[in-house]
């Protein structure tokens, strides 16, 4: 089936420091989306992409598309301590109906 | 708009109990999903639903089973506890539309199986 990977599984980060994560999906997807889990909380919706090299930026969150629709990356630019959360991408393949998540990254910045 | 319900939020069972986890949506969503959050192990996928009466299997569904008799409603039931089956679920729906698969997460549910 379906397998996305996630690197890294943790990052830890100053305060200010950038920060990527990186998502690798063994099948072409239709479309990857982005969450954010806030510890003790839940995964929240960020993003869509659906086309192949497609950027999109959210304030200092820059998502991306691969060409070939098999990878992504979600970067942020100049961290804070609010960005501090575990970040999940979740891809969907043409012949699915439920997304696949991958293991997430979690984020700690230090002050 | 209460979005996704899930009920109870945390629950203690005993080996060999069975309880049912209830999920309620109020967006009309098509599509309803139950996953398991372990330390390291990300969201898995235990049933799906695309529809009232339909319902299927994802990477985690033994000692699992749910119906969908409504639209709005997602019950997975634990048919007899075990310690493996100690985790974080979480109830998500989404619309059934290629352009917008945001899914919507309840708060979870933290189970401990004793």
């Known amino acids: 089936g379906q397998q996305v990977m996630q690197i890294p599984q943790y990052q830890h980060v100053q305060e200010g420091e950038d920060f990527t994560t990186y998502c690798n999906s063994s099948?072409?997807?239709?479309?990857i989306q982005w969450y954010k889990q806030r510890p003790g909380g839940h995964p929240v919706f960020l993003i869509q992409?659906?086309?192949?090299?497609e950027v999109k930026k959210q304030k200092r969150l820059t998502f991306q598309f691969g060409e070939a629709k098999k990878n992504s990356s979600l970067h942020i630019t100049a961290t804070q301590t609010t960005d501090v959360g575990t970040y999940f991408c979740?891809?969907?393949?043409?012949?699915?109906?439920?997304?696949?998540f991958g293991r997430g990254t979690s984020l700690i910045v230090h002050p | 708009n209460a979005g996704v319900t899930q009920t109870p939020k945390f629950q203690v069972l005993k080996t060999g109990q069975s309880m049912t986890l209830q999920c309620a949506q109020d967006?009309?969503?098509?599509?309803m999903s139950w996953y398991r959050q372990d330390p390291g192990m990300g969201l898995r996928l235990i049933h799906y639903?695309?529809?009232?009466?339909?319902?299927d299997q994802g990477e985690v569904p033994n000692g699992y089973n749910v119906s969908r008799s409504t639209t709005e409603d997602f019950p997975l039931r634990l048919l007899s506890a075990a310690p493996s089956q100690t985790s974080v679920y979480f109830c998500?729906?989404?619309?059934?539309?290629?352009?917008?698969?945001?899914?919507?997460f309840g708060q979870g549910t933290r189970l401990t199986v004793v």
């Open positions: 998500a729906s989404s619309y059934s539309s290629w352009s917008n698969t945001e899914a919507f």
């Open positions: 099948t072409t997807l239709s479309n």
């Open positions: 992409l659906v086309k192949s090299g």
């Open positions: 979740a891809g969907q393949s043409g012949g699915s109906y439920i997304p696949t």
């Open positions: 967006m009309n969503h098509e599509y």
């Open positions: 639903s695309v529809g009232a009466g339909i319902t």
